[in-house]
């Protein structure tokens, strides 16, 4: 079962930032963050991922609380490409064992015009 | 859009027949999974080849079989299809044994049983 909790979707006006949050209250100390999206009729795209500080890169900002049971990933700007399903996922950040992903059921973000 | 490839794009098969499915893993990678993703839901993990070698599997049955070839692109094969097999197969390649653990996940294929 995933691990991690998400709305099952949001709307976003194009052009403002889009707030995914997530909770992920029996995280470990192992374990990452990561998340990922799926746009309609596409294979999941990795977008970021975290352990306990803010990250950014040119996608998107990860926030993670200072307990850790829960983050938002940050859109800065929406556009109508955002559309898709983001998946929130905790797992551990380890080398030759397996590194599946478990994904629930995501949250559907709808950016409109 | 990562360099990972599969084929076909789309199948259709009958209930009982058998499948392979097939996956290029992006250049360098030597990690692949695969994952089924039926309609409305997540992907599932079914498997993960390491170097050749099965690493990993999740819940399914044993008629879902893989393999790993030396230039690390992967087959998928099912046997005795059933309806409920009907899905989006996701391949993701990853390199393994590194501090970096995105997967990168091909297009799909879109199998249908009926």
């Known amino acids: 079962d995933a691990k991690t909790t998400q709305p099952t979707s949001m709307d976003c006006a194009e052009g403002r930032a889009a707030n995914l949050p997530c909770n992920h209250s029996?995280?470990?100390?192992?374990?990452?963050v990561y998340w990922y999206r799926q746009i309609h009729s596409q294979g999941p795209q990795y977008i970021i991922h975290?352990?306990?500080n803010n990250e950014t890169n040119e996608m998107a900002s990860l926030i993670i609380t200072e307990d850790r049971k829960s983050s938002t990933l940050i859109l800065p700007h929406a556009t109508l490409r955002d559309t898709a399903v983001y998946y929130c996922i905790v797992r551990p950040n380890y080398g030759g064992a397996t590194n599946k992903l478990i994904f629930g059921t995501g949250t559907l973000l709808a950016v409109q015009p | 859009e990562t360099g990972v490839t599969q084929s076909p794009t789309h199948l259709i098969k009958t209930r009982g027949q058998q499948v392979t499915l097939r996956c290029s893993s992006q250049?360098?990678?030597?990690?692949v999974s695969w994952y089924q993703q039926a309609l409305g839901q997540g992907p599932q993990f079914i498997f993960q080849?390491?170097?050749?070698?099965?690493?990993g599997r999740g819940n399914f049955p044993p008629r879902f079989s893989g393999l790993q070839f030396p230039n690390y692109s992967s087959e998928l094969n099912v046997n005795a299809l059933e309806l409920d097999d009907s899905a989006l197969y996701l391949c993701?390649?990853?390199?393994?044994?590194?501090?970096?653990?995105?997967?990168?996940f091909g297009p799909g294929t879109r199998l249908t049983v009926t």
């Open positions: 250049s360098g990678h030597n990690t």
């Open positions: 975290g352990l306990k």
């Open positions: 029996t995280i470990s100390g192992n374990e990452y």
């Open positions: 993701a390649s990853s390199l393994g044994g590194s501090t970096s653990y995105e997967q990168y």
């Open positions: 080849y390491y170097r050749e070698e099965e690493n």
